[in-house]
């Protein structure tokens, strides 16, 4: 049987009740970088990297320093935006367990794979020096064909590994198809973007298909969720032209945390 949006459900597990395990906000990051997020307002730092990059806020969790260290060997991009964030957990009962429970697991996966929610989200345009509207549309599609819209889709447990096709209407980049592949743990939830068409700036292709990767990260960090966000792409090399792309993806990520932010107070609050 055909189906409409691709599953797959490799490392499928359920997990009975809560507590689930999760690190320290210190053990994911290390305590001196944790006290830089608590201390910044907003609670963000923030990474470019345009020659050679590296990651430098890489939290510590094995799955997804696998993925991102895996793009970037095989990309070998020359732009590396990292970004790290910090959500803070609505108070909870003291004798409550550690960590978020199953239900709130499954509702920030819902929140993730909900792709049609980024339809008029805004960015800070550095060079309009406004805001403006990120993408004036955005749907998951049944295939890469993309002819199909699909509403976004929701789960009563989160899958262990799911791929998700979508259609966005980019202002900047033009209409282009990405593959979302997300990957579920007991402690993370977290996702890859792809590029499966060439992005346009004007008449310029300014990052070629399948050169442009995504990545977004929820760790569940005790009383907070760590939120890590990366953007790596191959770029043109027109003079200029890598500087205002690294400030766009720049603007961009954090426009992705904001987004991101909202979804989860509907978790929460």
Known sequence: MKSRILLLFAAFTVFAAPPLFCLSLE????????????????????????????????????????SVTGILGSLGPNLFVETLSLYHKPSVPQDSPAGWSEAERTGLFNQLTAISTLTGIQYYSESRKAMRTFYESSQVIDNLSGKKPLPDPVFSVPPGLLTLYARQKDLTFGENIYCFDYHTGRDILFFTQENMTSMSYGIITAVSKNKFRTVMAVIDAEDSLLI??????????????????????????????????????????
């Open 228 to 269: 890590y966000a990366a953007a790596m792409a191959k770029t043109v090399s027109f003079p200029g032209m890598g500087e205002r792309i690294g400030n766009s993806f720049t603007n961009r990520v954090k426009a992705v945390l904001g987004w991101f932010t909202g979804r989860a107070d509907k978790v929460f609050l």
């Open 27 to 66: 053990e994911l990051i290390g305590p001196e970088r944790a006290l830089a997020l608590l201390k910044a307002s907003p609670e963000t730092i923030t990474e470019i990297q345009q020659k050679n990059p590296s990651p430098r806020l890489l939290p510590r969790h094995e799955e997804l320093q696998r």
